[in-house]
């Protein structure tokens, strides 16, 4: 029974490159929300997803950063031109989508912009 | 200041006793929900309250929400070593919005 699973766990990148981070929900779940996370802070939303739809992104910057839930295989939150402020941790969460969305999250990955 | 503000920020207690941690909102919500970080990890959940629902509890875990007040509070009994985390309440709202909305968390240092 694996639950939510996110790869990689940890990722170095230089500043102008670009992070890929991947996201697959629970089982039955078609609904998947991605948070970032920054030193001693809690989670701020960023972008929310169904399968091949982005219904809530008003949390991503709009700019450099894109997310994707392909109808086949997982998510993916792409950051292009990396820059020292997107070092932190993101999560993504998924659930059912029932009435009380009970989220169940991943272990992150962990983004460091050298 | 944002949506479901812990306090304390931080708290130091002994093994065996209890934990109180608080939360407060700002706007009407669909369900409450606390979550239990340990350090460089990823959360995990630990109980839900409705918002008709007025006190829950799951093990030694106890969860209370006033909506009035537009707060929840956490209360952990007989605390142990491996209680220490960050613990943080997250909002759902009603409406289409369907994220959660985080606060910033309590550190609970548990002493052996």
């Known amino acids: 029974n694996a639950g939510v699973m996110q790869n990689p766990r940890h990722l170095v990148r230089r500043r102008g490159q670009e992070a890929r981070l991947r996201c697959s929900p629970m089982?039955?779940?078609?609904?998947v929300y991605w948070y970032r996370q920054l030193p001693e802070e809690g989670l701020k939303f960023m972008v929310y997803?169904?399968?091949?739809?982005?219904?809530?992104e008003s949390g991503m910057p709009k700019e450099r950063f894109s997310a994707e839930f392909p109808k086949e295989g997982p998510s993916i939150l792409r950051i292009q031109q990396v820059v020292r402020g997107d070092s932190a941790a993101y999560f993504c969460?998924?659930?059912?989508?029932?009435?009380?969305?009970?989220?169940?999250f991943g272990p992150g990955t962990r983004l460091t912009v050298l | 200041s944002q949506q479901g503000e812990e306090d304390p920020q931080a708290l130091s207690i002994q093994e065996g006793e209890n934990a109180t941690m608080n939360c407060s909102y700002k706007?009407?919500?669909?369900?409450l929900q606390w979550y239990r970080q340990n350090s460089g990890r990823g959360l995990v959940h630990l109980i839900l309250?409705?918002?008709?629902?007025r006190e829950k509890h799951s093990g030694r875990l106890r969860v209370t929400l006033d909506t009035s007040k537009k707060s929840s509070s956490l209360l952990i009994t007989a605390s142990r070593a491996a209680d220490t985390a960050s613990y943080f309440c997250?909002?759902?709202?009603?409406?289409?919005?369907?994220?959660?909305?985080f606060g910033s968390g309590t550190q609970l240092t548990v002493l052996p």
């Open positions: 969460a998924s659930s059912q989508g029932t009435e009380n969305n009970e989220q169940f």
């Open positions: 089982k039955g779940h078609s609904h």
């Open positions: 997803l169904q399968k091949e739809n982005i219904i809530d």
């Open positions: 706007t009407s919500i669909n369900n």
């Open positions: 309250i409705r918002s008709n629902e």
């Open positions: 997250a909002t759902l709202h009603g409406g289409s919005a369907r994220q959660l909305t």
